[in-house]
């Protein structure tokens, strides 16, 4: 018997649907760490009793298969067709309940709020931690037909897989076997140009609003499907091909995280 359930966990881990695996939020939560102001870190020790980012990143993934946060199972995704209009889905979607877009913004609404309770802000917390890593994984903006790429088959170094299941894990683990720490490191390390200039990508990625951040991952899908036909066996030359997006996606996806937790902060103590 407990070879069948531990079986059955193992699968149904396999064909998780609801985010970048936890590597990419650990990545995520660490990069936005390290932007943050001394006001955002204090709301961040004060909410989560002295835990980080990093702590909670994942948090969300578990706890939308409960009762309690059923509602919440919608909210890692929004998956628009590619006979659709992207804006006008996402112009509906920003006020439509049940898309990651409006659930980013709710979250930071509830943190801004004056009228909600501490448990409250604590649960935006958590989730905003996590929402705005999975609106970076191209593939939770993919197509509605396939379920993000759950329904594209491929093979993933020999083994079967789908395209969802591979941006949310596999690729993040072969591009670099990195901890999370390293991976924020090296990821957000500043460029210096020829001339000295020391370039800090964080001014350049901390802009934009979750609608933007779900078309530009929406045109990275498109562009995967385009380029990985079903069934492709994928590998080394894949990985080489792919690796610098998902670098840059969660780079900008941590440095986004601050930025709206900056923005938090600054109306809250103005
Ligand atoms: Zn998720
Ligand atoms: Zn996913």
Wanted: aromatic share 10%; glycine share 6%; net charge negative.
């Amino acid at each position: 018997m407990r070879t069948i359930i531990a079986c059955i966990l193992a699968l149904t881990a396999c064909h998780d649907l609801y985010g970048w695996g936890q590597k990419g939020h650990d990545i995520t939560a660490a990069v936005a760490t390290l932007h943050l102001t001394r006001e955002s870190r204090e709301m961040v020790r004060n909410l989560f009793e002295g835990k980080s980012l990093v702590y909670w990143a994942n948090w969300l993934d578990n706890a939308s298969h409960s009762p309690h946060y059923e509602h919440t199972l919608s909210w890692h995704y929004v998956n628009i067709d590619a006979e659709e209009c992207v804006d006008s889905v996402l112009s509906v979607a920003v006020s439509d309940s049940t898309h990651i877009v409006w659930a980013i913004g709710r979250q930071v609404e509830v943190l801004r709020s004056e009228t909600a309770s501490r448990t409250e802000r604590q649960i935006a917390l958590r989730m905003l931690v996590h929402l705005v890593g999975d609106i970076h994984q191209p593939l939770h903006v993919g197509h509605r037909s396939d379920r993000g790429g759950n329904d594209w088959p491929v093979e993933f170094f020999g083994v079967a897989s789908n395209l969802h299941e591979v941006w949310d894990t596999g690729l993040v683990e072969r591009a670099h076997a990195w901890s999370y720490t390293e991976w924020a490191k090296e990821i957000d390390s500043p460029i210096i140009e020829e001339d000295g200039y020391r370039l800090d990508l964080y001014r350049v990625y901390a802009k934009g609003s979750p609608a933007d951040w779900a078309r530009e991952s929406h045109l990275i899908a498109c562009d995967i499907y385009a380029t990985t036909p079903q069934l492709s066996p994928l590998s080394y030359d894949w990985v080489a091909r792919w690796s610098p997006t998902v670098e840059q996606q969660l780079h900008k996806a941590g440095c986004r995280l601050a930025m709206l937790l900056n923005e938090i902060t600054m109306v809250v103590t103005e």
